[in-house]
T-cell receptor, first 113, second 115 residues
Framework: SAVISQKPSRDICQRGTSLTIQCQVD?????MFWYRQQPGQSLTLIAT?????????ESGFVIDKFPISRPNLTFSTLTVSNMSPEDSSIYLC??????????FGPGTRLTVT | AQKVTQAQTEISVVEKEDVTLDCVYE???????LFWYKQPPSGELVFLIR??????QNEISGRYSWNFQKSTSSFNFTITASQVVDSAVYFC????????????FGTGTLLAVQP
C-alpha cells in the first residue's frame, strides 16, 4: 500500500486568503485525487490530477477556486483560493490502488474565519 | 447515475453487541467494485474492504463480515462483538465515471460503541 503525507495537517486562515496543501506519496503513481469533506458530511471528489496534464475537475469545482499542480509522479498541491468560511473542511489527498479504489492521506483540517 | 445510500445516520450500541451497517447502491455498470472505509475521530480514512461484483460470496475478516446481495443492490457490513475502538464513521463507496478509482461515497454512518 502507498504511504501518503499531507502538509499542513491543519490550519486556521482568514477570509479572502489562499492556502496551498501539499501531498506527498512514497511511490510513483499516475493518478492523484483531491477530496473535500465538509463538517459532518461525506467526501466529495474535487479533481483528478495526472502528471503532465491539467487536472480534471468534477461538477461544482473550478480551477480558479481550486488550482492544482502535479509536477511529478509523487507530489501534488491543491490551493484553496480566496477562502470563505464555507471552505472550512477536511481536504484529503488520495492515490489510486491498482487493484481498484484508493489510498487516502491523513487529511488537512482547514478552518476559515 | 451512481449513488450510494447509507440510511443509518447514527447507531449507538453497547460493547459486545453485534451491529450491522447498511449500504444500498445504484449503478449502471454491469461490473463494479464496492468499498467500505472507516474514519475514526482522528480523521484519516482507513480502507476496510474491496468487493468485486462478480464475487457474491460473503466475506469475513475477524470480527468484520460483509454481506453482498446483488439482487437487492446492498453491501452490508456487520461488526460482531463490537468494541469501543470500533467507534467511527463508516463509509460505503462506489466508483463512478467509468473508472475503478474515482469514488462516490455514501453519507456515512456514525457508530458509537459505549463501554
Amino acid at each position: 500500500s502507498a504511504v501518503i503525507s499531507q502538509k499542513p495537517s491543519r490550519d486556521i486562515c482568514q477570509r479572502g486568503t489562499s492556502l496551498t496543501i501539499q501531498c506527498q506519496v512514497d511511490s510513483q503513481v499516475t493518478m492523484m485525487f483531491w477530496y473535500r469533506q465538509q463538517p459532518g458530511q461525506s467526501l466529495t471528489l474535487i479533481a483528478t490530477a495526472n502528471q503532465g496534464s491539467e487536472a480534471t475537475y468534477e461538477s461544482g469545482f473550478v480551477i480558479d477556486k481550486f488550482p492544482i499542480s502535479r509536477p511529478n509522479l509523487t507530489f501534488s498541491t491543491l490551493t484553496v483560493s480566496n477562502m470563505s468560511p464555507e471552505d472550512s473542511s477536511i481536504y484529503l489527498c488520495s492515490v489510486e490502488d491498482p487493484r481498484g479504489g484508493q489510498y487516502f492521506g491523513p487529511g488537512t483540517r482547514l478552518t476559515v474565519t | 447515475a451512481q449513488k450510494v445510500t447509507q440510511a443509518q445516520t447514527e447507531i449507538s450500541v453497547v460493547e459486545k453487541e453485534d451491529v450491522t451497517l447498511d449500504c444500498v447502491y445504484e449503478t449502471r455498470d454491469t461490473t463494479y467494485y464496492l468499498f467500505w472505509y472507516k474514519q475514526p475521530p482522528s480523521g484519516e480514512l482507513v480502507f476496510l474492504i474491496r468487493r468485486n461484483s462478480f464475487d457474491e460470496q460473503n466475506e469475513i475478516s475477524g470480527r468484520y463480515s460483509w454481506n453482498f446481495q446483488k439482487s437487492t443492490s446492498s453491501f452490508n457490513f456487520t461488526i460482531t462483538a463490537s468494541q469501543v475502538v470500533d467507534s467511527a464513521v463508516y463509509f460505503c463507496a462506489l466508483p463512478f465515471g467509468g473508472a475503478t478509482n474515482k469514488l462516490i461515497f455514501g453519507t456515512g454512518t456514525l457508530l458509537a460503541v459505549q463501554p
